[in-house]
């Protein structure tokens, strides 16, 4: 039995909190087990396991919600799935199959159902999925074993008093390389974020935002989130490089705001010194939705977007309009959601 009962789900945080069940497979001589749910959040792998040394690893974070009528549902799981299949070709390890990835996310969320936090609560049940190189290795290859994991976490609502608009600065220094693995979901390129964003905590922001690693003249990353503006003239823009991580509540947001608001929508470059153009611009991921941008400070100029205390009438729309979406308060486009059954 688990206590998930006691918590006060309006109060969670973003913290590690062991629920009941995780899902995990292991790949051995060419192919993946059928994978089990096990009750120990403890995992032993060998001292040579490749994603100790040489970051063999890749993850995924998605959600699950509870609607008004008590379903609970996933939002665009496939899309996860084909993601991790991308970073799995980046980072040299066998892919999982969409069909796998999805029904161990599915798994898990069942076997963790009292952990799933009421509708009209703001709180969601995080997954994490990630595979590892493990096995006894030292040279650099490939390992020959791998794991793929799933645990869950209850979250809590990230905005607690409400959204508000956070402040950003912008770092001297890159989280991914050109050609490199920032499009893959790879713990490597967070590991080269983490000093940059004490820097910018520091200086007393939020988080920094990185700019294009050949020329850092454009806009990339906010953060571990993507950018979007609003232009003046109402038009959605995201940033396109090869070198952003292809954030699925970026694209979710760019059809909202063609299909349900009726506005433009622009994948393009987005120049740092150019940020007047916009009216109103936002960080997106899964574990905000939206936090909206109040100021970018680059160069040590301010640059402030909308307002730095109240939030853009159009980021509002879209954040209420994705949100509906996941808990299921608005019609969702075909395929965005799986309901666990
Ligand atoms: C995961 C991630 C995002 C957000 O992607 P979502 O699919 O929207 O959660 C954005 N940037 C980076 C670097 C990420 O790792």
Redesign the pocket.
């Known amino acids: 039995m688990n206590n998930a009962v006691n918590i006060e789900w309006g109060k969670l945080g973003f913290s590690y909190i062991k629920t009941d069940y995780r899902y995990i497979s292991r790949w051995k001589d060419g192919s993946w087990d059928n994978g089990k749910l096990i009750e120990d959040n403890n995992l032993t792998i060998s001292e040579g396991s490749t994603c100790l040394h040489y970051g063999q690893q890749c993850f995924e974070?998605l959600k699950a919600y509870c609607t008004k009528e008590g379903k609970i549902q996933l939002f665009r799981p496939d899309q996860n799935a084909k993601r991790m299949i991308q970073s799995c070709r980046r980072i040299f390890m066998p892919e999982v199959p969409k069909e796998k990835f999805i029904d161990a996310c599915v798994q898990v969320v069942k076997a963790n159902e009292a952990w799933v936090p009421p509708y009209g609560t703001g709180a969601t049940l995080y997954l994490r999925p990630f595979v590892i190189g493990v096995g006894d290795n030292i040279g650099v290859s490939p390992a020959r074993e791998y794991i793929f994991s799933v645990f869950c976490i209850p979250v809590g609502p990230y905005f607690k008093g409400g959204m508000s608009p956070i402040d950003f600065s912008v770092s001297e220094y890159d989280r991914a390389a050109p050609k490199g693995t920032g499009a893959a979901?790879v713990g490597g390129?967070y590991a080269a974020s983490l000093y940059p964003h004490e820097k910018a905590r520091e200086e007393g922001f939020a988080d920094c935002v990185y700019l294009d690693p050949s020329t850092h003249t454009k806009i990339e990353?906010v953060g571990?989130?993507?950018f979007f503006g609003i232009t003046k003239d109402n038009k959605f823009v995201t940033p396109i490089s090869d070198s952003i991580?292809p954030?699925?509540?970026?694209y979710s947001l760019l059809h909202v705001a063609k299909e349900y608001l009726g506005l433009e929508v622009e994948e393009r470059d987005v120049y740092i010194d150019n940020l007047d153009e916009f009216a109103e611009a936002g960080a997106?991921?899964?574990a905000a939705v939206i936090s909206p941008i109040g100021s970018i400070t680059y160069k040590g100029k301010k640059h402030i977007f909308h307002s730095l205390t109240e939030v853009g009438p159009i980021t509002r729309k879209l954040y209420e309009t994705l949100v509906g979406i996941q808990i299921g308060d608005i019609k969702a486009p075909s395929g965005w959601i799986l309901e666990v059954k």
């Open positions: 974070g979901k390129n990353e571990a989130a993507n991580l954030s699925i509540t970026k997106c991921g899964t």
